[in-house]
């Protein structure tokens, strides 16, 4: 490394040269290799658990593989028929909030609040899960696409009217669904 004498007004010169560039070219895979590791570690600790038995994580949280799922049933529109879903097991941080469910439609009308729409089954199963322990009234729609696959629409209510649908999607809204919109039945 050389540093030219500087004059005043004159800017200053940097170069990096023979024992000064080895020694930054290996500070810089060190820190890259660091960050490398530093990712691998944070990965293996944010996997799930492999073992039937109860396993704590870094944070001291005790995954409980005994525990029963809910169970989640997917609607086939096109044939009418239904089929639960394996369920996914997941630890739990943090005990679910408790809220007071909302009260159940009043009976099994035309209007729903759609709160998911993909092709993600999984998500679709999450989705349905944290709902059914809200204690809200939910069910999935699978739409078939061809050769696209299949379209999971996740759905809350049987309301008997629009204004019913709507209360329920705000209802929706505060309690953590940001996407909320109302449909009615056959769309």
Same mark, same amino acid.
């Given at each position: 490394? #050389?540093?030219e004498?500087?004059?005043?007004? %004159?800017?200053?010169?940097l170069?990096l040269?023979?024992l000064?560039? +080895?020694v @930054?070219?290996?500070v810089?895979?060190?820190l890259l290799?660091g960050?490398f590791?530093?990712?691998?570690m944070?990965e293996?600790?944010? @996997?799930?658990s492999?073992s039937?038995? $109860?396993?704590?994580d870094?944070?001291g949280?005790?995954?409980d593989?005994? +525990?029963?799922?809910?169970? !989640?049933? /997917? /609607?086939d529109t096109?044939?009418g $028929?239904?089929?639960?879903?394996?369920p996914?097991?997941?630890a *739990? #941080?943090t005990?679910?909030?408790? =809220?007071?469910?909302p009260?159940?439609p009043? *009976?099994?009308?035309?209007?729903?609040?759609? !709160?998911?729409v993909?092709?993600?089954r %999984?998500?679709? %199963?999450?989705?349905?899960?944290?709902?059914?322990?809200?204690?809200y009234?939910?069910r999935?729609? !699978?739409? *078939? %696409?061809?050769? =696209?696959? $299949?379209?999971?629409? !996740?759905?809350v209510g049987?309301?008997p009217?629009?204004? @019913?649908?709507?209360?329920?999607?705000d209802?929706?809204?505060?309690?953590?669904? @940001? *996407?909320?919109?109302?449909?009615r039945s056959g769309?």
């Open positions: 490394m #050389a540093l004498p500087e004059a005043p007004g %004159e800017a200053r010169e170069r040269e023979g000064t560039l +080895a @930054a070219g290996g810089l895979l060190a290799f960050a590791q530093l990712g691998r944070v293996r600790w944010n @996997a799930p492999r039937a038995s $109860s396993t704590p870094p944070l949280n005790v995954e593989s005994t +525990a029963a799922p809910d169970k !989640v049933t /997917f /609607f096109v044939s $028929s239904g089929k639960e879903a394996e996914k097991r997941q *739990s #941080a005990p679910p909030p408790t =809220s007071v469910p009260p159940p009043s *009976s099994a009308g035309p209007w729903f609040v759609q !709160v998911f993909g092709r993600d %999984e998500t679709a %199963e999450d989705v349905v899960r944290e709902l059914k322990g809200k204690g009234p939910v999935t729609e !699978v739409v *078939s %696409e061809g050769r =696209s696959g $299949s379209l999971y629409k !996740v759905r049987g309301y009217s629009k204004e @019913a649908a709507d209360a329920g999607a209802k929706l809204h505060k309690d953590g669904q @940001a *996407s909320t919109w109302v449909v769309t």
